[in-house]
Every structure is written in C-alpha cells, then in structure tokens.
C-alpha cells in the first residue's frame, strides 16, 4: 500500500492520517446501500480510501449510480497535496492520461481513462486538482473552497461525496454562472427538467438553512436573500429571464475570483465555441493519449465481420477520444481520380469482364494478362489509397486513433494490395501500361504500416453463411468468397503486431476482445 510521506497532515479539522479509518466507519454503515457498479470503478473508488487520498465525487451526485455503471464521467476532487499518490493510484489501475488536441483544457483540471475489462467498457476520471467552473465552457471561475468540500463529505452509495448543503451551494452557484452569455443560456436550457430535477434531489437532502449559512460563509458576497432567490428561479423552469438577471448578479458579486479579463474570457468562450462546431461537423472528440495515437487495421477474409467491428471499434473508442474511422478498402475519390469514378458504373455495365472479382479467378491469375482499362483503374485506386493512408498517419501522429476497415498487404497480388508483380510487368509488351503498372507498385511502396493489425477470423461455413445474408447487388456470392478465402486470411508475417481473433463467436464478446485489444497496445 502507498503511504504518505510526511506523516499526518491537517486538512482544516481533517487529519491525513484519520481518513481511511473515517471511510472504513462510514463504508460500514451504508454496507446494504451498494449498487451495480463497473468493477474497474469499485476498484478505484476503494484504492483512493485505501491509500488515503483525500478526494470526493464532487458534484451531479444525483446521477452516481450511472456513474459507477460508467455512463456518465467520473468527476473528482482530489487534494492538491495528494497528486501524485492519486497518479500513482490511476497508473496502477491501468488509467491513460490524456490531453485537449485543440487545447481546450483548464488549469487544475485533466482527463483519464481506463478499461473495465469485464465489460471493455471505458471509464473516463474527469479529476479537478482546483474546483474551476461557473460557465461550461471557459469555466472563468476559481472557486477556493477545496479543502472545505473535502472536510465536509458524506458517503453515497459508497462513495465519499459533499455534505448535501455543500454540494447544493455549488449547484446554485454553477447554474447561475452558466446564464451570463448567450451560448452559455442556451447549453444550460437544454436540460431544464434535468437540472431542476437535481434541485428538488439536493433540496430533499439538505437543510436550507445550513447551506445559506455556508454559502454566506464560503462567498459572502452571495447573502441569503440572493441564494433564496437563485434556488426558486432554478425551480421553476420556465423562469429563464429571472435565472439570467440573478446569473449576472452573482457573477458581478464574484468577479473578485475570475481567471481571465472580460475581453480573454468573451475571446476564449469564441475560440472553444468554434471548436465545438468543428468537431461537431467532423463528428470527432477533442481527447487524445498522452501517449499519441496509433492506427489500427481490421483485416480477414470476406464475411468475417470487418466493418461491424470497426464500427463498433470506433463508436466505442470515439465516445471519450478522437477517433477516425476509415475504410481502406473503398477510399475516397480526389480530385485526379473524381471524373473517372463516375464512369466506373458504366464501365462494369459495358465491360463485364474487366470486373475486379473476374481477375480474381484462379485462371486469370495465373494468365496474368491485364486490360489497359484495369491496369488504369487499379493505378487510380492505389492513388486515392495513397492519400487517404497519408492522412491517416498524419492524423495518428497528431494523437487520433484510426480505424482502418481493411488495409493493403504487402504480399502482391492480395485484396487491397498491389496487384502487378514482376511476371506481370515482363509478360507485358505494352509501354504505358508498364508505366502504369510501375506506378502503381511504386505507390504501395510508400504506403505507411498500421502500427496494430486485428486479424479476424472464422470458419468458411461461417462466412458463407453471412455472405447469403448480406442484402446486396447481386445476391449472395459464395464462390467469391471460396476465392477471397486463400486472398485474405492470411497477414503479412513483417507487420509489427497483429492479433487474431475469432469472429465466430457472439457479436459482443468479438468486440470485447478487440477493445482489450487495442486498449492494450494503445
């Protein structure tokens, strides 16, 4: 067990040395109160008492059951002095800290996240050295009541939380500050039932009147009359007008405890709105590791379940982190390969033979007689893969995590991968397309490795028989995927690391196993 090195220190009327002995007399009295929680998470929460590391849930309590199901984030307030005990704990624990990509953080404040490997679901630590809030976005307020928090908690659920009153001060005061600007009205309306249902939750555990007297004690700026009057236009709903007027006259009468001037907090609140927009549009997260980020390729036969997981990879991985998922098997058109695209479905219409999957025959590859037309079509393919993968590493090596549906192989002749090898280039008498066949091996050369390869397997019974589900052009194909079969089971054997998993199992314990995975080597 980690100790601390300086023995008891006071914390107010709170003694270092007292606080696991205090949580172990606690705990026991609500030892019938515990509820569903993820095992990573009960883990944690014990390990802070364990160590004595001063910390509480610090606010949104009335939602702590989800919280300890992992659904919402875990907000904590851990003493100043306790730093690097607490890093200590989270390392520990299997946390990665993470970072703001567009640096959007606040002083104080960091993110963690760890896997419950039970479920692989992620818990995200959202911990605060320094209570900064007020408005939701540029939290322009530095409220020093830290140390007072953690001398008055209380256990929920088994978990060390506020006092009521003290949680139900905060509350007032967060609600206030969020209705001094117009895009701060609009975020803090979108919930009015929430947020009045958290009143009525905090208002049935505290006493009024302590936490008046607190919050005259704590900010005496804020009198009784004004907190009075704060808590009843919260209540009601509708009373918006009212909550913007009390909102600006509590930030008047706490602007002695702002962080940044008027003019850089109005420029600050601009710079995270826009941001907000961009990875709205872009449908990415703003989180990344502190250990940079990697890109991760789905590989394996047909039907094994390659986008399903993927999609499910990202959705999972992108709901804390910035995560982008691409599909290396169909990139996108650029701008020299735009026009000839749209002719493709044309193509395949007028020249059946000159299909993809047609070259894919045993015979034909063994022939090794190539169309000017495929060799064309090929050449531009491996371009727009080009730049697609070029984008992706630029992007891993910014920190996001990529998540490739399919990947090209560095054996010739496999899907996704270079199609012309040296017996193809002398068996062809024609110069431009030797040019165009030099060309394209010239751009697979190039094409940057997938830092983790997921290998996805299952036996051919399997993928047959969800290949003739699939509702597709053309029905189901199961000599297609005999053919693909010897293509694209098998990996390059250079790839720095690759995984195998089997597909054949339920849908949810194959996404499991991929998230360990990739958590794993993240």
Known sequence: MMRHETGSVKVGNLDASNWTREAASVQSDEAGLEVSSKELIRRLFNSLEQNGIRHCH?????????????????????????????????????????????????????HALGLDQASAEMVHVHAYFQIVSGDSLVKNYRLPIERFLLEQTRYLHGV????????????????????????????????DRTVSKELGWLREAANTERAEALCAAWFPSIDPPLFRQLLDAIAAERAVVRRVVLGWRVARRLRGLRRLS????????????????????????????????????????????????????????????????????????????LLPRLLVPAARFLFSKERAGEYQKPERRRDKQYSLLYVLRMTLLAYDRRKLLGRSLRAASSGSVVISDRYPSESVGTI??????????????????????????????????????????APIETTIERDARRVKQGGPDAAAVRRRWELERRPDASRSTAIRIDTSRSLDETLRTAVRAVWSAL
């Open 58 to 110: 610090w606010k949104s309590n009335v939602r702590l059951e989800a919280t300890l199901a992992a659904a919402e984030d875990i907000d904590l307030l851990v003493d100043q002095r306790d730093a690097r005990l607490f890093h200590a704990v989270l390392l520990e624990h299997g946390f990665k800290l993470t970072q703001s990509r567009s640096g959007l953080g606040h002083p104080g404040v960091f």
């Open 160 to 191: 060390r939380v506020p006092k009521a009153e003290a949680e139900l001060v905060l509350f007032a005061l967060r609600i206030a500050l969020k209705h001094t600007a117009p895009i701060e009205i609009l975020m803090a309306n979108r919930r």
């Open 262 to 337: 008027t003019m850089l907090g109005a420029v600050s609140r601009l710079w995270r709105v826009l941001s907000l927009l961009v990875r709205r549009f872009r449908r990415r997260g703003d989180l990344v590791l502190q250990t940079g980020g990697m890109i991760v390729a789905l590989v394996g036969p047909k039907a094994t379940g390659k986008s399903t997981i993927a999609h499910a990879l990202a959705t999972r991985l992108g709901g804390h982190l910035d995560v982008l998922p691409i599909h290396a098997g169909k990139p996108p058109a650029t701008a020299l390969t």
């Open 416 to 457: 996704d991968s270079c199609c012309f090898d040296e017996a193809a280039l002398a068996n062809c008498s024609s110069p431009l397309k030797r040019w165009l066949m030099n060309r394209e091996r010239i751009l697979y050369k190039g094409f940057p490795k997938p830092d983790l390869l997921l290998c996805l397997e």
